[in-house]
């Protein structure tokens, strides 16, 4: 994470997130257990919360896990994808912007980690900056993917399956010139 945790905060605390929402929770049995991996600023955490979902969540900067605790007194664990341990225990996984700084390297890991955290038939949400390329800008890591880097990605996952991948632009004010790639996937159930 930056060095600069706070204004990241300041700049998406206040985004409108519904219409993803819109396209995840309808997938998810009432009062889900969701986990908002990669919490950041507690906006989306918050969120679920507020509509009846027993939600939790966790980030990797110790910054924003303080800030996010301070803002809205949510339990936010301080994790790394690498260092989850939770086993058949969501209904849903909200990955928002947070599996974009994991090096490609480690992505396809980190996705098996949290199919790992899903229950039989739970939907991960996951979006990504969208392009090719992997780079590091402010002291953070970004893997960008389009459609054939996730379709290669998703390759080695034969637990998660794809529902629906689309593009949107960003929800930020002055940022609408950036794409984002979009992706619901779902766990499958045990062969009998």
């Not at 480690?106 to 939907?123: E, K």
């Not at 996951?126 to 800008?137: D, I, N, P, T």
């Not at 880097?149 to 010139?177: G, N, S, Y």
């Amino acid at each position: 994470m930056s060095a600069t945790p706070k204004p990241y905060f300041q700049e998406t605390i206040g985004v409108d997130m519904r219409p993803l929402y819109k396209r995840f929770l309808p997938l998810l049995p009432e009062g889900a257990r969701i986990l908002d991996a990669g919490c950041g600023a507690d906006r989306d955490l918050r969120a679920f919360r507020n509509l009846g979902y027993a939600a939790i969540g966790f980030d990797a900067s110790p910054t924003l896990v303080a800030l996010a605790r301070q803002h809205a007194g949510d339990p936010v664990h301080c994790l790394t994808f690498q260092s989850m341990t939770w086993q058949a225990t969501f209904h849903g996984i909200w990955a928002c912007a947070s599996l974009l700084h994991v090096p490609r390297a480690a992505l396809g890991d980190s996705l098996r980690r949290l199919s790992t955290t899903l229950l039989p038939g739970g939907i991960l949400y996951a979006s990504f900056k969208y392009g090719s390329g992997e780079r590091a800008k402010d002291g953070r890591t970004f893997t960008d993917l389009d459609e054939a880097k996730l379709a290669c990605l998703l390759i080695v996952q034969p637990l998660l399956a794809p529902l629906e991948v689309w593009t949107t632009a960003d929800r930020r004010p002055d940022r609408d010139h950036e794409r984002w790639l979009n992706v619901l996937l779902r766990k499958a159930a045990p062969q009998a």
